[in-house]
């Protein structure tokens, strides 16, 4: 799955969006990371396929990121979604316990974080329904693997789309442009692991732009 990417990397704008205060430790943690990596806003939107304005609301919380835009910008900052969404742990633990994965919504997709934090991969339980952010294409630097879990995932890899059934994995450099989506009305539900790569050019998306922006 990508995650992936000059679009809006999620739909931004759309309503898949989370509802306000879904994400409340958001805004903070995405200028103090952005800062932190000595970028300018105009810099760090161009990374991520985003618009300055857009960027600009999802710092000051008028605008909520949807997983795929969490991802990009996770990417350009060199960090994990976990420290985008302010969550903490007091030590980075080998073993993850089913208990202690709770559910995030973004963009209409749930995800668990299944790896700890801090680490030169991440790894992430998803649930992506049916008709989700299927138009989203994705390029980024780095590597993906995704293995389905429940339900039949469609993925699109350059010009080849495969069809993916419970059981079966896939494993890309996500240089090459990919998409995914859910066949099943039901949704599909997925492990994923993808590199994480500190890169101006870390998250390029291509897509539809909806309502406009760069």
Same mark, same amino acid.
């Given at each position: 799955?990508?995650?992936?990417?000059?679009?809006?990397?999620?739909?931004?704008?759309?309503?898949?969006?989370?509802?306000?205060?879904?994400?409340?430790?958001?805004?903070?943690?995405?200028r103090?990371?952005?800062?932190?990596?000595?970028?300018?806003?105009?810099?760090?939107?161009?990374?991520?396929?985003?618009?300055?304005?857009?960027?600009?609301?999802?710092?000051?919380?008028?605008?909520?990121?949807?997983?795929?835009?969490?991802?990009?910008l996770?990417?350009?900052?060199?960090?994990?979604?976990?420290? =985008?969404?302010?969550?903490?742990?007091?030590?980075?633990?080998?073993?993850?316990?089913?208990?202690?994965?709770?559910?995030?919504?973004?963009?209409?997709?749930?995800?668990?974080?299944?790896?700890?934090?801090?680490?030169?991969?991440?790894? =992430?339980?998803?649930?992506?329904? %049916?008709?989700?952010?299927?138009?989203?294409?994705?390029?980024?630097?780095?590597?993906?693997?995704? %293995?389905?879990?429940?339900?039949? =995932?469609?993925?699109?890899?350059?010009?080849?789309? %495969?069809?993916?059934?419970?059981?079966?994995?896939?494993?890309f450099?996500?240089?090459?442009?990919?998409?995914?989506?859910?066949?099943?009305?039901d949704?599909v539900?997925?492990?994923?692991?993808?590199?994480?790569?500190?890169?101006?050019?870390?998250?390029?998306?291509?897509?539809?732009?909806?309502?406009?922006?760069?």
């Amino acid at each position: 799955m990508s995650s992936s990417e000059t679009e809006r990397p999620s739909g931004a704008d759309s309503p898949a969006e989370p509802a306000a205060g879904a994400l409340t430790a958001v805004a903070p943690q995405l200028r103090a990371l952005r800062r932190q990596a000595s970028l300018t806003l105009e810099a760090a939107a161009r990374a991520a396929g985003l618009s300055p304005a857009h960027l600009s609301r999802l710092e000051t919380g008028q605008r909520q990121p949807s997983l795929p835009m969490l991802l990009a910008l996770a990417r350009v900052y060199g960090t994990t979604v976990s420290e =985008l969404l302010g969550e903490t742990v007091a030590e980075r633990d080998s073993v993850i316990r089913a208990a202690d994965m709770e559910p995030t919504a973004a963009g209409g997709w749930t995800y668990w974080q299944a790896g700890a934090p801090g680490r030169g991969m991440q790894a =992430l339980r998803v649930h992506v329904p %049916h008709g989700s952010q299927g138009d989203i294409v994705r390029v980024h630097p780095g590597e993906e693997w995704l %293995h389905v879990l429940r339900g039949r =995932l469609r993925l699109r890899l350059g010009d080849t789309t %495969h069809r993916l059934a419970a059981g079966d994995s896939a494993h890309f450099d996500s240089l090459t442009p990919h998409r995914i989506a859910a066949e099943d009305h039901d949704g599909v539900e997925l492990l994923f692991v993808h590199t994480l790569l500190q890169s101006p050019t870390a998250a390029l998306c291509l897509g539809p732009t909806p309502g406009g922006g760069s």
